[in-house]
């Protein structure tokens, strides 16, 4: 079956920790984004990446970074430069990265700054 | 500047009716819109999409219209059934852009 895993599920840190989120697709995806979702507001993009070894910032990039070293993997650390990063992350991938492309998501993870 | 707009945060409708959802953009370099839907500790799934080219896509029970002159862009379902209860998620984006900008979300209750 192919698609995007996420994990974990729920992740919770104590504040000051950097932490990782992963992602990893098994649908031969060239493109992969991050999404930030607060309560009652829509997806905002952190980073998104056309192809691998290369990464572009999304509207809210600051306090996060990724790397794009595999095709099928696109890790987002969550560094402790966030300001507020309790938050619902979710990934997604598609087929080549252009804007006519519907893109598939994971079921996302749940971050909780503690 | 929130490029893309879902006015309406919840819409509730009775089963069989026809659920209208609304999304508004202000850019015109986007070309292309796509509706996904969400349930709860999911991720959105895609729905249906259309291009600037055209003003009406149908699939099913789901038809988009498109009026570029507005800048406006609906979702309708008929007949709407308890199942399409969830959040929907209007996109648009430029066909040669890397990234697609999406709007609040419009949450769907439809009654039985």
């Known amino acids: 079956d192919g698609g995007i895993t996420q994990s974990p599920k729920y992740l919770f840190r104590k504040e000051g920790q950097n932490v990782t989120l992963s992602c990893e697709q098994n649908?031969?995806?060239?493109?992969m984004y991050w999404y930030r979702q607060d309560p009652g507001q829509g997806l905002r993009l952190i980073y998104y990446?056309?192809?691998?070894?290369?990464?572009q910032k999304g509207d809210i990039a600051e306090g996060y970074s990724v790397s794009r070293e595999k095709k099928e993997s696109f890790p987002l650390t969550v560094t402790s430069a966030q300001k507020n990063p309790t938050a619902f992350y979710l990934c997604?991938?598609?087929?080549?990265?252009?804007?006519?492309?519907?893109?598939?998501f994971g079921d996302g993870t749940r971050l909780s700054i503690l | 500047d929130q490029q893309v707009k879902q006015n309406s945060p919840s819409l509730s409708v009775q089963e069989g009716r026809i659920s209208i959802l609304n999304c508004d953009y202000t850019?015109?370099?986007?070309?292309?819109f796509l509706w996904y839907k969400k349930y709860p500790a999911e991720g959105p799934t895609f729905l249906i999409s259309?291009?600037?080219?055209?003003d009406k896509n149908e699939d099913g029970r789901f038809t988009v219209f498109l009026n570029k002159s507005a800048k406006h862009l609906s979702l309708h379902i008929v007949p709407s059934q308890p199942g399409d209860s969830a959040v929907y998620f209007c996109?648009?984006?430029?066909?040669?852009?890397?990234?697609?900008?999406f709007g609040d979300g419009t949450t769907l209750t439809v009654k039985p």
């Open positions: 997604a991938s598609s087929a080549q990265g252009r804007g006519n492309q519907p893109q598939h």
């Open positions: 990446s056309q192809i691998v070894n290369d990464f």
């Open positions: 259309i291009s600037s080219i055209k």
């Open positions: 996109a648009a984006s430029a066909t040669n852009a890397g990234k697609s900008t």
């Open positions: 850019n015109s370099m986007f070309d292309y």
């Open positions: 649908l031969n995806h060239d493109a």
